[in-house]
């Protein structure tokens, strides 16, 4: 069982809703991070949150805007989005960002997003 | 891909048999991280191993670490059923967690 919840599951938007993704960690871990997966594909960073500032933004387009309310809480807002952005949206945590061993990443069970 | 290579991109094998995948990365590391992703689900962490290590064992696993060949692999032994997954290599250049393209592996009962 993954520590990390995702809210929701699934999650079915028209280009021009505005939704959000939620996510929520009980780990005491100080970083969070998005991460967008294609099928067949690995995941791609997004976002990383470290000590509650958005430390690592991957030229990620504005339609997608990260928030992170306090230490145990992340979502993602959703603006405007494009059918090509359907994809899962995976939430991850670890006690900090970087290299160390602390890094070790945990996943919560995505939510599927599809854009109509 | 965004970090290296992984090797096979797709395995297949009978239950019972080992099961090898290997991972290239491109730069220095700390440690490298395997993971193993169900179909549709979230990513569950293996095993990490640090740098300084050659070579490391959990369960039914065992990682070993090259790093004057950047590389790495996973060795399954007497694989199951239940180990059919897409498996993933991971470092984190510049503080970033980054991923191999992954193996997937099927293993037949």
């Known amino acids: 069982d993954t520590e990390v919840t995702q809210t929701p599951k699934h999650l079915v938007m028209g280009m021009t809703n505005k939704k959000s993704l939620k996510c929520e960690q009980h780990?005491?871990?100080?970083?969070m991070y998005w991460y967008k997966q294609k099928a067949k594909k690995p995941p791609e960073l997004m976002f990383v949150?470290?000590?509650?500032?958005?430390?690592i933004n991957e030229s990620v387009p504005s339609r997608f805007s990260p928030e992170c309310p306090n230490s145990s809480l992340l979502n993602l807002h959703l603006h405007a989005l494009q059918p090509e952005d359907s994809a899962l949206y995976l939430c991850?945590?670890?006690?900090?960002?970087?290299?160390?061993?602390?890094?070790?990443?945990?996943f919560g069970e995505g939510s599927w997003l599809t854009v109509v | 891909s965004q970090q290296g290579e992984e090797d096979p991109q797709a395995l297949s094998i009978q239950e019972g048999e080992n099961a090898t995948m290997n991972c290239s990365y491109k730069?220095?590391?700390?440690?490298l991280q395997w993971y193993r992703q169900n179909s549709g689900r979230g990513l569950v962490h293996l095993i990490l191993?640090?740098?300084?290590?050659r070579e490391k064992h959990s369960g039914r696993l065992r990682v070993t670490l090259d790093t004057s060949k950047k590389s790495s692999s996973l060795l399954i032994t007497a694989s199951r059923a239940a180990d059919t997954a897409s498996y993933f290599c991971?470092?984190?250049?510049?503080?970033?967690?980054?991923f191999g393209d992954g193996t997937t592996l099927t293993v037949k009962p």
């Open positions: 191993i640090r740098s300084n290590e």
């Open positions: 991971a470092t984190a250049p510049y503080g970033k967690s980054t």
């Open positions: 780990m005491g871990h100080r970083a």
């Open positions: 730069t220095s590391i700390n440690n």
């Open positions: 949150y470290s000590y509650e500032k958005l430390s």
């Open positions: 991850a945590s670890s006690q900090v960002a970087g290299q160390g061993p602390g890094n070790t990443i945990y």
